[in-house]
Each structure stands twice: as C-alpha cells, then as structure tokens.
C-alpha cells in the first residue's frame, strides 16, 4: 500500500486569526463550506477546534463513498487536523500569513492507498478528484470570512 495525497491550496484576503478561527469552527462555519459532496455532517462533542469529534459522509465519486469519524486536534497554533477514525485518512488544515490582512489556507489529505491496479489508479486519479473538491471547500471559506 502506498501513500496517496491530494492538496489544494489557496491565498484568502483575510487575517489568520479569522481564518483560522473559521477552519476550526465545527459547529457554525464548518456546515456553510462543505460542498454538495459531503453529506449527512454533524457535530459529535464539543465544535471548536481541540477536541471536537465530528461525522459526515463524503462522496469522491458517485461510486464511492467514505463515512468519516473526524478526531480534532491542533498540533501547532497554524494547524487543524482530522483524523478519521475509520480509516488512514488525516486531513491537515494550515493557515499562514501571506501578506498584510491575507492568509495562506491549504488542505492536505493522505491515506493508504489499495495496492495492486486499484490501487495504481486510485494513486492516478483520487488525489485530483479530492483536490477539486478541497478546492470549492476553500472557494466557500473564502466566501464566508469574506462576508
């Protein structure tokens, strides 16, 4: 089994603070940004940040759908992490500065990828098909810290 990761990375004209308060918002921003790919999302316990334990239903392709038991830590003061516990499947939310009032957002997922030629292209294909769908998430946080 080999490693797969999808990244999509985006420069958002507000502060890190916002920003990052936004990403780690479970409770009230978290439901506005995901796309019409995730599904059935709720809040487990707490909501911000460090110890919140959310689940929803995300599906990567009409076929395949992954039911995700998110784990919520912040390793560093710029990080949000979500660890399925399901699966290998850990999403890393950064946020930097990236000039005056504008931060850096990215998302990083990885998991263990199938071996043999599922898992060939399951290495080709996923990580630009979560990429994109990272990418309307951050298109919606930008909207919302935005306005």
Same mark, same amino acid.
């Given at each position: 089994?080999?490693? @797969?990761?999808?990244?999509? $990375? ?6 890190? =603070?916002? @920003?990052?308060?936004?990403?780690? =918002?479970y409770?009230?921003?978290?439901? !506005? ?5 995730? /599904? =059935?999302?709720?809040?487990? /316990?707490?909501?911000?940040? $460090? ?11 009409s ?6 038991k ?7 003061? =710029?990080?949000? @992490?979500?660890? #399925? $516990?399901? /699966? ?5 939310? !950064? ?9 850096? @957002?990215s ?23 979560l990429? !994109? ?5 951050? #298109?919606?946080?930008?909207?919302v810290?935005?306005?």
């Amino acid at each position: 089994m080999a490693q @797969v990761t999808a990244t999509a $990375e985006r420069i958002v004209p507000a502060p890190v =603070d916002k @920003v990052l308060g936004a990403v780690a =918002d479970y409770a009230q921003t978290r439901p !506005r940004i995901l796309t019409e790919q995730y /599904s =059935d999302y709720a809040v487990l /316990s707490g909501g911000q940040g $460090e110890g919140t334990s959310a689940t929803w239903k995300l599906a990567a392709t009409s076929k395949r759908t992954r039911h995700v038991k998110a784990d919520i830590t912040q390793p560093t003061p =710029d990080t949000v @992490v979500e660890s #399925d $516990e399901n /699966s290998s499947m850990v999403t890393t939310w !950064r946020v930097t500065p990236a000039g005056e009032g504008a931060s850096t @957002v990215s998302i990083t997922t990885t998991w263990n990828g199938a071996g043999g030629i599922g898992g060939f292209f399951e290495r080709t294909f996923a990580p630009k098909g979560l990429a !994109r769908i990272h990418s309307g998430v951050l #298109d919606k946080l930008e909207s919302v810290v935005r306005g």
